[in-house]
């Protein structure tokens, strides 16, 4: 259980997204990272309910419930044509902070690199993610991605990650 929980994670990192160019970046021995423009109504909207729903990811996280794991939090790094988003994972509360780990290499920032231990303000969030027995809470940027994909493709992401993405209420 926990290897495959560890695989979810580094698939979900490579749904790190960045405005610099439209498509997907694939990289040998780390995530892909797929671009997407600034003015994504779907990425904008997902942004925009992660920040909304804070809250949510706010009292699971303080809850330490066993069955919450991977925790993990989108933000955005400023880079010469855009902004390169990086899941920081193994989060925690520090005052009113999030404190976490760099969990992907950066591609286009070189303020951050993986392993780097970072503080996030809760304004600067793009997205936040936890797994509860094996389904996807949050992970709204990831939703947003995965809608964008044909059945088989949505099959092949499904399968390889192992995590339920159930439908939003």
Known sequence: MKKILSIIVILIFA????NIQKGKLERENEPDIIGVESDDSEM???TEKAKLNIENFDSALKSNNPKF?????????KTENGNEHIWISDVVLKGDKYLGVVGNTPEYTSEIKLGDSVLVEKSEISDWMYIEENKLRGGYTIRALRNKMSKSEKKE???ENGMIIEDEK
Not at 69 to 77: A, D, I, M
């Open 157 to 159: 992401f499904d399968n």
């Open 44 to 46: 904008n909207l997902a």
């Open 69 to 77: 794991l991977n925790f993990s939090v989108k933000k955005p790094y």
């Open 15 to 18: 749904l790190s997204c960045n």
